[in-house]
């Protein structure tokens, strides 16, 4: 099939591709060549930037699937270190592949030593995302052996090490702002109980891990592991595409999901419903979200994709409850967020947009409960989420068709002029 566009009585028929599901694409790159013109589309609202298998939403259906599994299956049944293996490979492990990874990844959870250095660079009272910003792409610094790109070899030893030691340098971010020694890893453990330990244990004892605490977070990790061409993980692709190193990338991801639109709002949503305080407040919030002229808006909620409930937003709501009620810890802002949800999904205005609480939007609410400060929320979002950018750097990285990433634009500036000496300027 074909796509015919018409500029000034001029035509051309453009390819049209079909996926496996979900909207088909108009391949425009012979545009320009045809017609000296660019497409114009700021924020990419209607704009593919690649071909990928790795993971599907579909927006109004409020449908999440990683390699064709649904999010909701893979939260209930599956654990963070699969759903990795899912990302990376295509496939779930069967048993063997399983332990092979697990161990792989164990093998990497060390930092080298002197990584431990940098963060005496920092403030003590530096946010961990500044921190692992920094942390992330000193790893280029150290392991030489895995920054050849084209070496598929070095290609997984990189990504194993990200996987792998991420847990252990956000965990070190934390330690770092109490003024606590570092811990390190103990392979023993699971995945997220090994990051727990080293988050909330010290050498002066032993650390008992929860295993509803251990449960929870190891979903919530799932939750957040990977979501198509979100704006971070377009930001790793577009690095990767100039051939930086991976773990420059991941850094480069990190920096992109740290801001309050993107990743960094599951700290401003808690913040948000911790101001509103009370549920009579909450009618004040919801005039202020949608008086264009104030630039406040309901954090957590809202996407560029999902036009119903995000199906991760679900499943964190349903947590939330659990956990609190497990660990017996009653917090008014569980309500508050529950009475908000309810006034904003019956608001005209929220309805006419199809804005619903995202997968920010409950997730504090349990870290919080969890014990972790709000500052860490998006540590552990990039925690979780360098398991997604890995893999789509990875298909990037096999695609053939790949080249660096360099978009064009509309151009409304000055046309040419001479220059005029200081002297001659009025
Ligand atoms: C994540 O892309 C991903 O997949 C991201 C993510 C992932 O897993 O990688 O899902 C993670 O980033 C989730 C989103 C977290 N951000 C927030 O919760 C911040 C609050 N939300 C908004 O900033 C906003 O909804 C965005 C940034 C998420 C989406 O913005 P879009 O797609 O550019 O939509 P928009 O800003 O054009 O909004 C459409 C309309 C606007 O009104 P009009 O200009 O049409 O009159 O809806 C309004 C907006 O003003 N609107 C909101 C709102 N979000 C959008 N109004 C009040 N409160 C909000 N939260």
Redesign the pocket.
């Known amino acids: 099939m074909t796509a015919t566009i018409s500029v000034n009585g001029s035509s051309a028929d453009y390819p049209v591709h079909a996926g496996s599901v979900g909207p088909e694409v108009i391949d425009i790159r012979k545009l320009y060549g045809n017609t000296g013109r660019f497409t114009y589309d700021p924020?990419f609202t209607s704009t593919a930037s690649c071909e990928s298998k790795i993971t599907y939403i579909d927006g109004d259906q409020g449908v999440l699937l990683h390699r064709g599994y649904p999010i909701e299956q893979l939260a209930e049944q599956s654990s963070f270190l699969e759903v990795a293996y899912l990302l990376l490979n295509g496939d779930l492990p069967n048993q063997q592949e399983h332990d092979e990874f697990k161990y792989l990844i164990t093998r990497h959870t060390m930092v080298h030593e002197q990584l431990a250095t940098f963060y005496r660079g920092f403030r003590r009272d530096a946010h961990p995302m500044a921190i692992m910003c920094g942390v992330v792409g000193a790893l280029s610094a150290f392991y030489h052996d895995s920054t050849d790109i084209h070496d598929p070899k070095q290609r997984t030893i990189a990504c194993h090490r990200l996987i792998a030691k991420m847990p252990t340098i956000a965990a070190m971010a934390y330690k770092y702002s109490v003024g606590q020694p570092f811990l390190y890893p103990d392979n023993s453990l699971s995945y997220t109980g090994n990051f727990l330990r080293m988050t909330f244990g010290v050498p002066a004892e032993p650390y008992v891990i929860n295993p509803v605490v251990e449960d929870a977070l190891d979903k919530i990790f799932i939750l957040h592991a990977d979501?198509?061409q979100?704006?971070?993980t377009s930001t790793v692709r577009l690095a990767g595409s100039s051939g930086a190193n991976p773990f420059a990338c991941i850094a480069a991801g990190i920096a992109c999901l740290w801001g309050?639109?993107?990743?960094g709002?599951n700290e401003a949503?808690l913040e948000m419903l911790r101001e509103i305080g009370r549920p009579e407040r909450i009618p004040e919030y919801v005039a202020r979200?949608k008086n264009k002229d104030d630039p406040f808006?309901?954090?957590?909620?809202?996407?560029?994709?999902y036009k119903n409930y995000d199906p991760r937003a679900k499943v964190l709501g349903a947590a939330a409850t659990k956990v609190l009620d497990t660990l017996g810890i009653s917090d008014p802002v569980l309500d508050t967020a529950r009475e908000l949800e309810r006034v904003a999904l019956s608001d005209d205005y929220f309805i006419e947009?199809k804005?619903y609480p995202?997968?920010?939007f409950y997730s504090g609410i349990i870290l919080s409960a969890i014990g972790f400060p709000t500052s860490m929320f998006t540590a552990l979002f990039a925690l979780a989420r360098t398991t997604g950018w890995i893999a789509q750097w990875t298909e990037m990285m096999e695609d053939q068709d790949q080249k660096i990433g360099r978009p064009r634009q509309l151009y409304t500036g000055h046309g040419p002029r001479d220059y005029v000496p200081l002297a001659q300027r009025g």
């Open positions: 924020g979501h198509e979100n704006a971070s309050p639109a993107h990743g709002a949503a979200a808006r309901l954090m957590g909620f809202g996407h560029r994709v947009k804005l995202n997968v920010d």
